[in-house]
């Protein structure tokens, strides 16, 4: 949900896209945290310890982390390494989540030196400015001509000097 400074809301959904000006507020409400890296990069103790503590049933460790312990959340390392190795030779090497085609898009017109221009322009601004301070940036990139990639260094150039100019204004 968006909140507007003009007292409107706008509903997201879950995958939704919303352009923010300042002082617009987003509310994310989720279940859980959903992990950070593959699943079977996880620490086979970490796993352990969550079926341990009730987070984690058995057969979920071994389902969803490739982790084999039994219901008391007691590790079997050999059996979790064979478990594991097993999984990563028959691995698709595709992610099994992806942003979709306009994610995909917007990564490749954006350059990660880009990004990363951005981002530390942006990092001492209040949150809802520094999302419409990149949607002006984004606005400004996509008028580039696309004759050549990666951009040049004059190109990232004028981009942090529109980047200076935005925050002045912002």
Known sequence: ??????GSTQDVGTKGEALLQPGDVIE??????GGY???LARRPESVASDVRNG???????????????????????????AQRAARSA?????????FGPRRRALEQAWPPALQ?????????????????????LYEHWSQRP??????TDSEYREALARIESLMQHA
């Open 116 to 136: 990363d221009m951005c981002q530390s322009a942006g990092e001492s601004l209040p949150v809802g400015v520094r999302d419409w301070l990149k949607h002006r």
């Open 55 to 81: 987070v984690l049933s058995a057969e979920r460790a071994l389902s969803d982390y490739g982790v084999v312990v039994d219901s008391a959340g007691d590790l079997y390392a050999e059996a979790t390494a």
């Open 1 to 6: 949900m968006v909140w507007r400074t003009d």
């Open 90 to 98: 028959s691995a698709d090497p595709e992610p099994g989540f992806a």
């Open 28 to 33: 994310f409400i989720s279940p859980a945290g």
């Open 146 to 151: 696309q004759q050549q990639d990666p951009a």
């Open 37 to 39: 890296g593959p699943p």
